[in-house]
């Protein structure tokens, strides 16, 4: 497949919309699901497809290939197109390949991957996120239903960082500024710590990996929260160029 369109959705976010014969049927059926992409190596420009050696994908040099997980925007199965956005944050190799990505260029994808199961007899819902989880709580939120109060706290590095979300009945949004030296995520721990948790609440959060471990913490040990009420993602690490796929 190749990048069909690349789109910058604010100075912080780009969308990148994929098409080709590979995506034929390739559907997912739950919101905040993953899908993987295979970028090309630091210092190339040329996409090299890995082998499966049974327990992971090799280069054929041995090294490990560059692989970074998202969440998919949009699947058309039948059109065999798939939209991505990338958060453009640090200097990491999916920052620097969205940052020049065009139409044209190859792209393999693989997944999809868990999405989330939405418990249509939750009191209400919770969501929570850095700047990485705002696609999935875009979808999440046009898919919850319209009825159930719903409140979403976003951790923003920027105030660019900023980017249009679904409209939801009976959703509440609040944006939180990330202090120029505090550590990514402080903000983020910070409303959950803050936030209303009933028993019957049903609690989403992804961020910076340390922060979630804070919330997990939180949550888990301090609150006595149903773990089976809550998913708690690690999307990335602070001070490495990659992705943490850490779930709860």
């Known amino acids: 497949m190749t990048v069909a369109s690349v789109d910058r959705v604010t100075p912080r976010l780009v969308r990148v919309a994929f098409a080709g014969a590979e995506l034929e049927g390739f559907s997912v059926e739950q919101p905040g699901a993953s899908v993987r992409l295979l970028l090309p190596s ?7 497809v890995p082998a499966w050696n049974g327990n992971e994908f090799l280069l054929a040099d041995g ?10 925007l949009r699947a058309d199965p039948d059109a065999r197109e798939l939209d991505l956005e990338v958060v453009i944050h640090g200097h990491g190799v999916a920052s620097a390949w969205a940052d020049v990505a065009e139409r044209g260029m190859p792209a393999a994808i693989s997944g999809p991957g868990r999405g989330y199961v939405i418990d249509a007899n939750a009191s209400d819902f919770l969501l929570a996120g850095d700047e ?26 920027h105030s660019d ?25 402080d903000a983020l721990v910070a409303a959950v710590q803050g936030a209303a948790v009933g028993g019957d609440t049903r609690v989403w959060v992804a961020g910076e990996a340390a922060a979630v471990q804070r919330v997990r913490r939180y949550l888990f040990q301090e609150r006595g929260f149903p773990r089976a009420h809550a998913t708690v993602r690690g999307y990335w690490k602070h001070g490495r160029a990659g992705d943490a796929d850490d779930d709860e």
């Open 63 to 72: 090294q490990r290939p560059v692989i970074r997980t998202f969440t998919p």
């Open 42 to 48: 630091p210092g190339t420009s040329e996409l090299v």
């Open 132 to 157: 990485t989880a705002i696609p999935a709580i875009g979808q999440l939120l046009g898919e919850l239903p319209p009825s159930t109060p719903t409140y979403a706290h976003i951790e923003v590095a």
């Open 161 to 185: 960082g900023r980017a249009p979300l679904p409209d939801h009945q009976s959703a509440s949004v609040t944006w939180h500024d990330l202090p120029p030296d505090a550590p990514p995520g």
